[in-house]
């Protein structure tokens, strides 16, 4: 092999891009120090929870007392939260047929697995309270539209009810895509934005999902929670909350600010270190026989 082609070969050899090790691993511990912070900073929200999965054990409703310490400006945001549950698992994801929830009935069923029929599903009535066929496709089917978080919340003071509008929760993006099909045959209807909510999953086997939203301030003082017992046996180990707050869509920063900063920056730093060591190995054999 000759020079010229020695020459021709080195400029095709794919080349390793140098960074420089110092700013990933700066930019990694900037990104640390930020997701401590938020998870400081979120308490500095107005967010109280109370739990009520163990006060309504083995009850169909039941009633919780909410402390309010200080005035609570509108809007005020209305959660429930649940642990000890999974939305995240391969089997849980995979179940969720889209293409039904977007308002189309040509899809494969086999996605919804065991709960496909309304029989296998639980289902009896109509969203318009009409029978449905037991033995017919439920709408929607899975496992994540079985597990439906559905227990219904009702906010008093003194006896006077608090209106809970269950409009402006969801995020528009996914609005637009769910659409009803037939609500004579469909259990729920498809487009309330809390059935919307839940239908997002989450990463974390902990998390909160939006139920309402409360367009008037809430005064100091003790309110009541009256809930109705719905969901199915799909709850049965899990913890639920209920959540006053006023952070609106991001009603959990801990998904949206503090696990991708403590997720990156880590990263950033063991890239930056193997850079650096990379670079300074190359360094001294260069020295050592004065190559490039």
Known sequence: ???????????????????????LIFMGLILIAFGIVSQT?????????????????????????????????SPVFFSYEV???????????????????YGDLDFDTSICDQYKTNREMGKTLSVTGKALVQDNLAIPC?????????????????GIQISVIDKGIAWESDIEKFSNINLDNQWIDMESERFINWMR????????KLWGRIDQDLEAG????NIQINTNDAFAQTKKYVLLHNNGQFSDPILVIT???????????????INMIYWGKKQNLIKKYRIY
């Open 41 to 73: 900073v979120d308490i500095d929200y107005e967010y109280i929870s109370t739990r009520y999965d163990e006060i309504c054990a083995d009850k169909i409703s039941c009633s919780i007392k909410i402390s309010v310490p200080s005035k609570m400006k």
């Open 222 to 225: 003790t309110y009541t929670v």
């Open 259 to 273: 696990l991708p900063c403590l997720c990156v920056g880590p990263f950033l730093i063991i890239f930056g270190l």
């Open 83 to 101: 642990s000890s549950f999974f939305q995240n698992t391969d089997k849980y994801f995979n179940s969720i047929p889209y293409d039904q929830l």
């Open 142 to 158: 899975g496992i994540a539209a079985y597990s439906y978080m559905n227990d219904e919340f009702q906010l008093t003071k003194d």
């Open 1 to 23: 092999m000759n020079s010229e082609q020695t020459k021709q070969l080195q400029e095709w050899k794919l080349k390793y891009i140098k960074l420089n090790p110092i700013l």
């Open 201 to 208: 999953p989450s990463p974390l086997s902990r998390f909160r």
